[in-house]
């Protein structure tokens, strides 16, 4: 076996320069995190969604100063924009709607809406307002109740909030993955709405991709039929065909497809995108899919090669599911703190 220089250097060296030498190195390891790979190499993530009304992870309790705290780890990062991921969820509301009251949904003991827009207002960050979801739609099908419903919701949230400076946008919060029945006229209805109400205000839309990890049973990880390339492309076509006039941006979750799938599905969307005149952007999602348990923070070089995906395939920005369960110093997952270490060391922060 061959002996580069370095072996013949350590016999000449003190006990205390082959101390120090150690101690230096193991400085350099701490600053970089040992990474051996490039760091801000992604693209960075500055959006989250805010996640109050809870379809599949617990609630945390936090109050206004937790929330008022997670803001600042959010500003520090450069998170520059929040999205209520929905302003209610069945039964369940952030803030007391008059119309959604009278319907039988449960008074909410905080206006989360409003201490979200003043924590905005505050931290110099853009609101965008997440639609009412009335849970008609994942069981039947029928997107009809979340056009009616949102009709009065809309209306009723800009008067009552449009007047603060963060409110910078909507969200229309039915997902959605494939050709869905009725998907492109409630998009389209819902889209309208928003826009004509708020004076043009931007719209955006995170539909899921149908790949091999979109699964409903928590005890199976992968199913075989998934949606190919060139089927989605055909989809997503006459979707955004259909609905790009009133909505500006799209973030497919890239949760659902494998890690080799990334740049074939992501130049997809960035193409189509781009013919419609949309912003393309990525729905980081910051929790494990990869697990058969729902759902706990996500390993980094997973969310590292998903942001760099979105870098080569040159999206407009990145916004994450979700910061404070996954990301967050503060969060009840000891993994997120250690995802928040990570991610700052790979972008040198």
């Known amino acids: 076996m061959a002996l580069g220089a370095a072996s013949f250097a350590a016999p000449f060296l003190t006990k205390g320069e082959m101390i120090a030498n150690n101690v230096h190195s193991q400085i350099d390891s701490n600053t970089n995190g040992g990474l051996i790979v490039p760091r801000n190499n992604g693209l960075k993530i500055t959006g989250t969604f805010l ?3 809870s379809h599949d992870i617990p609630h945390q309790n936090w109050g206004e100063k ?122 389209h209805s819902m889209g309208k709405q928003c826009k004509d109400v708020s004076g043009g205000l931007p719209v955006f839309i995170s539909p899921w991709i149908d790949g091999k990890k979109a699964v409903s ?60 005149g949309m912003q393309c ?8 899919r990869d697990m058969p348990i729902r759902f706990l923070p996500i390993k980094f070089d997973k969310l590292r090669l998903k942001l760099e995906a979105a870098k080569r395939c040159h999206y407009d920005k990145a916004i994450t599911f979700e910061f404070s369960h996954f990301m967050s110093p503060q969060s009840s997952y000891i993994q997120a703190h250690h995802l928040y270490n990570r991610y700052k060391e790979y972008f040198n922060m």
């Not at 008074?107 to 827009?117: A, F, G, Q, R, T």
């Not at 952007?281 to 910051?286: G, K, L, P, Q, Y």
């Open 51 to 53: 996640d109050e009304i």
């Open 66 to 187: 937790e929330w008022d705290q997670d803001f600042r780890y959010m500003k520090s990062i450069g998170i520059d924009t929040v999205i209520v991921i929905r302003s209610g969820y069945r039964k369940f509301l952030t803030y007391p709607s008059p119309y959604l009251l009278k319907k039988g949904c449960y008074m909410p003991s905080v206006d989360l809406i409003d201490m979200y827009l003043r924590l905005s207002d505050k931290y110099g960050m853009k609101f965008y307002f997440g639609l009412y979801d009335s849970g008609v739609y994942w069981d039947t099908g029928d997107m009809s109740h979340e056009i009616e419903d949102n009709k009065y919701v809309i209306d009723e949230v800009w008067k009552r909030y449009g007047h603060h400076k963060s409110f910078g946008g909507w969200y229309i919060s039915t997902e959605i993955s494939r050709q869905t029945r009725g998907a492109i006229h409630a998009f």
């Open 217 to 276: 049973d928590p005890s199976t990880l992968t199913k075989e039929q998934a949606v190919s390339v060139e089927q989605h492309e055909r989809e997503w076509n006459e979707i955004f065909d259909g609905i790009h006039d009133v909505v500006d941006a799209c973030a497919f979750q890239d949760g659902h497809i494998d890690y080799d799938e990334l740049d074939a599905f992501f130049s997809v969307n960035k193409k189509l995108a781009d013919k419609y």
């Open 281 to 288: 952007w990525t729905n980081a999602e910051t929790f494990d």
